[in-house]
């Protein structure tokens, strides 16, 4: 392993385009390599399948910023605001993930998730139906985008008209590009964020409803299972990681289809190919890259590598997910793969508690547009699509052509 870390180039845009050249040679180099990241931060990437699904359970990696040795992290928090934030699943490790997680399984269950399939049909239609006659979209603005964060509002009972500003709100937040964020923009987005969350949830206790965040507040204020700033975050969580990944999973989809022409026609022709084709889109080029991070609680080995107390480990699931020891021909795109074990969603007590949402999202999405879109093709270059720059891949525009009237 080379002594000085490789800096990820987020500054260029080529790399920003396909990562993945540099990505294969990380792996080949080496199962757990010492990087630069956005802003100069280090991190450890761990890069090869076994070690990647190995450490997604590992008890001495945490999820908590706290444990970082790198104060940077932490500051990138807003501070006045800094416990709320910390206190949602993602960043929280048992006891506390079990019980915040127990809270909203039951609404993310495979029967639940299945028993929503007529009305993600029914918003997917109606987004279409806005553009089928044009002859044109941006697929991102005008469909990937609406399509889960009206879903996910739904679910919770927030009101659609809202979806502009909370999005505004994320953006500024959780974007990541080469510098590091400016703490005062993400402390003002925070702000406006929480203040809408409390509102919202001052609403649902004069009227509760028959929805998530409903039984969210009465497991606060009857149960005592909630803290106030655990409240406010989940809801948080809930709308952003709600939609965000999603929004990637179908825009990436479909780009990746227009990309191969080959797998296009073969999807075509055969939509029961569908949820197998979705898998694949998850691994191949997935909505979280180049990975998850995690904090080391102690010196580790992994992979025969000493990774230091407080370090970040960046477990790249990107990477992995292209494997050669793990995947056959994994840089091929491959809508018919059956051994597809991809680490997309994570692994372990982690593992993300949307999938079966996001997953009935895109094959809908996916599989409506193309009935519904014929001769759809990308309206620019496929080397001019903007990609975002770092942590949530896909594309930002997806300007695309097709046969007015469906």
């Known amino acids: ?15 920003v385009a396909d990562p993945f050249p540099l990505y294969a040679k990380l792996r080949e180099d080496g199962p757990v390599r010492h990087v630069l990241i956005g802003g100069g931060l280090e991190a450890w990437l761990v890069t090869r399948y076994e070690d990647a699904l190995a450490a997604l359970s590992d008890h001495r990696l945490s999820s908590d910023v706290r444990d970082a040795s790198d104060t940077r992290l932490l500051q990138q928090l807003p501070e006045t605001e800094r416990e709320s934030m910390l206190s949602n699943m993602l960043r929280s490790d048992p006891p506390d993930h079990t019980r915040l997680r127990r809270l909203v399984s039951k609404a993310f269950t495979a029967r639940r998730v299945a028993a929503m399939r007529p009305r993600i049909q029914d918003v997917t239609d109606r987004l279409l139906d806005a553009v089928v006659e044009s002859g044109h979209a941006d697929l991102i603005a005008d469909f990937a985008l609406p399509l889960p964060v009206t879903v996910i509002s739904e679910l919770l009972g927030v009101p659609v008209d809202d979806r502009h500003d909370f999005q505004r709100w994320t953006d500024r937040m959780i974007t990541r590009g080469p510098e590091l964020p400016d703490p005062a923009v993400v402390n003002e987005a925070w702000q406006h964020m929480r203040a809408y969350v409390t509102e919202l949830i001052g609403a649902k206790r004069q009227d509760p409803g028959d929805d998530l965040l409903g ?10 299972r909630l803290t106030e700033d655990e409240l406010i975050a989940m809801v948080f969580l809930l709308l952003v990681a709600g939609y965000i990944t999603t929004v990637n999973l179908i825009g990436g989809g479909i780009a990746m289809l227009l990309a191969h022409p080959d797998q296009l026609d073969l999807l075509r022709s055969d939509p029961g190919l569908l949820p197998g084709a979705v898998e694949e889109f998850l691994r191949y080029d997935g909505p979280v890259n180049p990975g998850i991070a995690r904090f080391a609680r102690e010196d580790a080995e992994i ?21 050669p020891a793990r995947f056959a021909a994994p840089e091929r795109l491959d809508i018919t793969r059956q051994d597809n074990a991809h680490l997309a969603f994570g692994h ?8 079966p949402l996001a997953r009935l999202e895109g094959q809908i999405a996916i599989g409506t547009a193309l009935r519904r879109l014929p ?3 990308l309206a620019v270059a496929p080397d001019e699509l903007p990609w975002r720059p770092g942590g949530l891949r896909g594309p930002e525009a997806l300007p695309v052509t097709f046969t007015p009237g469906g």
């Open 1 to 15: 392993m080379s002594e000085r870390p490789v800096l990820l180039p987020y500054t260029d845009p080529a790399f």
């Open 215 to 224: 039984a969210l507040v009465t497991a606060r204020d009857e149960e005592q």
């Open 303 to 323: 992979a025969g590598v000493t990774v230091p107390r407080g370090a970040t480990v960046l477990i790249a699931s990107a990477i992995a997910d292209r494997d």
């Open 348 to 355: 372990g007590i982690h593992y993300c508690l949307g999938a």
């Open 375 to 377: 001769g759809l093709a």
